[in-house]
């Protein structure tokens, strides 16, 4: 696969999602990235094994899932940012580095002499690039967060679930995923940027900002109407009717509209030709926006056949329709492995494994393979060589528990 950021040098100070996933993308896109962990305890991450979710008997027990999904592919160095010789590597790596990547609570690199104003007197070309919680400015700068609160924060938990439930998060971490995503993008503005200006650039993504520029469609109807959505329920704010979730015979299916050319042969398949012509169900707009009666109807359908056979009929009439898949469907999907969304990677313990790949292609060049997640400050020594640090004073940094 094509690696235009081949040659970028990231420095990675960050932990769980939203920092590493971001310098997953732009490893993915060809970019080294020199991963800066605690010297006792690593990314929180490495801790969070398979084991805790499904105990001691699920398979590759010991492995952590986590940590591969958000770090394969990447260099370890550890290091103890308590200490003064730490900090000095870092302050070192900077000087031919291209970017630091972090999402250590704003401030807290500042604090320790690592901030945007400090790094750019090594190396006025680095981009210094965080990933926040609720932004650069404001009384909620320095508040923690996690991926649930932006969710909630955001008004997007406020939406979804069925109208009479608690408000639900969604089932994945799609702040965080979503946040690393808007901070990778404003890396590579930055890194463009560079280009031709010659000079570096703080940029800061936000997981709370990033949810809410995700929902222009729905936040911008609550400005201009001035009043509030409805729960999604089974389909979206807007969108019900024939549109979102069905119980099948052996599963669910999914539909996403069914529009005025669509519809005489989507009602021809249900077998409902009687409600081509009925103003509660004709009607594009009532049919997927208050869709009420249409829904109760298509609800008594679905479950008389299985997901397959309604995929086979809807799909040779064109209609928008997809299996609601398990993650085990995802897995065995050849969509996701032919587009290289899928990967296979060799873990030092669980041997040959699928995971997560790249959602980008570039020149039709896909991707069908990782190296591994790195163990725990496997790259030390090679990294702090690179940096000129001699053989003599990386044994004294190992004996003075700096590294």
Request: proline fraction near 5%; charge should be negative; glycine fraction near 10%.
């Amino acid at each position: 696969m094509s690696k235009p950021l081949e040659g970028i040098k990231i420095i990675e100070i960050a932990q769980e999602i939203q920092g590493p996933f971001a310098g997953l993308f732009l490893s993915d896109l060809g970019a080294q990235i020199t991963k800066v962990e605690n010297r006792e305890t690593g990314d929180l991450s490495r801790w969070l094994l398979a084991q805790l979710i499904g105990g001691p008997e699920v398979k590759n027990a010991a492995v952590s899932h986590y940590f591969t999904a958000m770090n394969r592919g990447k260099r370890s160095i550890t290091v103890d940012l308590k200490k003064p010789e730490g900090i000095e590597i870092v302050r070192r790596l900077a000087k031919t580095h291209d970017v630091l990547l972090t999402n250590y609570r704003p401030g807290v690199l500042d604090r320790l002499g690592l901030g945007y104003e400090e790094l750019c007197k090594l190396n006025p070309r680095i981009i210094f690039a965080q990933a926040s919680s609720w932004g650069p400015k404001g009384p909620w700068r320095t508040r923690p967060s996690r991926d649930t609160l932006a969710q909630a924060a955001s008004g997007l938990m406020s939406k979804t679930g069925m109208p009479n439930d608690p408000p639900l998060a969604a089932g994945a971490a799609i702040a965080d995923q979503a946040g690393a995503l808007t901070l990778a993008g404003g890396v590579l503005a930055a890194l463009f940027a560079r280009e031709r200006t010659g000079q570096g650039q703080r940029v800061d993504a936000s997981i709370y900002g990033t949810m809410i520029a995700a929902q222009g469609f729905e936040l911008n109807y609550a400005s201009l109407t001035g009043t509030e959505p409805d729960r999604a329920g089974r389909g979206h704010p807007f969108l019900h009717g024939v549109w979102g979730g069905f119980r099948t015979k052996d599963g669910f299916i999914c539909i996403a509209g069914v529009d005025d050319q669509r519809w005489p042969r989507f009602c021809k398949i249900m077998g409902i030709e009687d409600a081509q012509n009925d103003p509660e169900c004709s009607d594009n707009a009532t049919r997927n926006f208050h869709g009420t009666k249409i829904e109760a109807i298509l609800d008594k359908i679905f479950p008389k056949k299985t997901t397959v056979e309604w995929l086979e009929e809807l799909t040779a009439a064109d209609i928008l329709v997809t299996e609601v898949a398990t993650h085990q469907q995802v897995l065995a999907s050849e969509q996701a492995r032919l587009n290289g969304y899928l990967i296979d990677l060799d873990h030092p313990v669980a041997g040959k494994i699928t995971v997560t790949g790249c959602p980008v292609s570039l020149n039709g060049e896909v991707a069908h393979t990782s190296e591994p997640a790195p163990e725990h400050g496997q790259h030390t020594e090679e990294i702090l060589l690179e940096a000129g640090y001699s053989w003599e004073e990386i044994g004294t940094l190992r004996d003075n528990g700096v590294i």
